[in-house]
């Protein structure tokens, strides 16, 4: 089974941590892969790798030449993707309903700055953050775009900044995702929109593979499934829009028509490998649930 990209498994210091969804401290095993494992919560059944890495190891991980030269060899693939993502959530009824002055655009682990490249194209003031300082060098001189190396809540981007903020697939990087989404929220406009796409640890491929699926891998911190995703989104005051997921079964893992048919019902059905979630921002920023 093809798995994605990922760090090799490194013997590092670890710490066990409480639920990230809901504090709790009660877990069940989940996977157990090579090297690492993840329980799931008994409370809000989020899946988390347990026990983590601390931030600045994980932020270690995504400083080399391999993870630039995985995402350059991946580029128009992954800019393909996200030009399906872009349309699936709506963006262009998003770009129309604003004037061409309110048009600005955070990519927030925007690699060598294919998408962004294709927005700035559009008329959006488009920014990037990307911690891999020679993706975000790439970026600036293929593109001339302005690309951010610090992870998103160390930039300090003035409140209300931008009225949409894609981050694909990286929510599942992040050590503490409660913060990463109380920062986007406040750099949002109001009303302003968060593109967000993440493996769903409840699709079909997640259950068909269990420890061989191609998202559970050492990288990623967290397995979310459509309910804690959207848990997590609606603690911090989002108000969730839209949710698609795709894919349901990987290329090259079955005969292309059954292929094709799974593919075609992931979506309706809700059980594809990734989900897309469209929220919007809170009018006001004191809107936000008490965890
Ligand atoms: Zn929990």
Aim: hydrophobic content about 40%; proline content about 5%.
């Amino acid at each position: 089974m093809y798995k994605t990209w990922s760090t090799p498994v490194q013997d590092e210091a670890r710490l066990k941590i409480p639920c990230a969804l809901c504090d709790g401290e009660d877990f069940v095993p989940y996977l157990r892969c090579a090297g690492f494992a993840y329980v799931r919560c008994k409370r809000c059944s989020l899946v988390q790798m347990n026990p983590q890495p601390d931030e600045a190891a994980v932020k270690r991980r995504y400083s080399g030449a391999d993870y630039f030269e995985y995402e350059l060899e991946n580029e128009k693939a992954f800019f393909n993707l996200g030009l399906l993502a872009l349309a699936d959530a709506g963006f262009y009824a998003i770009e129309e309903g604003l004037r061409p002055e309110e048009r600005r655009v955070l990519d927030i682990g925007c690699a060598t700055g294919a998408l962004l490249g294709y927005l700035a194209g559009r008329g959006w003031r488009a920014e990037g953050v990307e911690i891999n300082g020679k993706q975000a060098e790439y970026a600036r001189r293929e593109r001339g775009l302005t690309i951010h190396e610090r992870p998103l809540e160390e930039n300090q981007f003035p409140t209300g900044s931008f009225s949409v903020i894609i981050a694909s697939h990286l929510i599942e990087h992040l050590r503490r995702p409660h913060s990463f989404l109380a920062e986007t929220r406040r750099i949002l406009t109001p009303r302003g929109h968060l593109l967000l796409t993440t493996p769903n640890c409840t699709g079909f491929q997640a259950r068909l593979y269990a420890n061989k699926w191609r998202s559970a891998i050492f990288d990623h911190l967290y397995l979310f499934s459509v309910k804690t995703i959207s848990r997590l989104l609606r603690e911090e005051g989002f108000h969730i829009e839209k949710t698609v997921t795709w894919g349901g079964l990987a290329a090259g893992s079955a005969p292309r028509p059954v292929k094709t048919l799974f593919d075609k019902l992931a979506k309706p059905l809700g059980f594809g490998d990734v989900v897309m979630i469209k929220a919007a921002a809170p009018l006001f920023q004191c809107l936000k649930f008490n965890r």
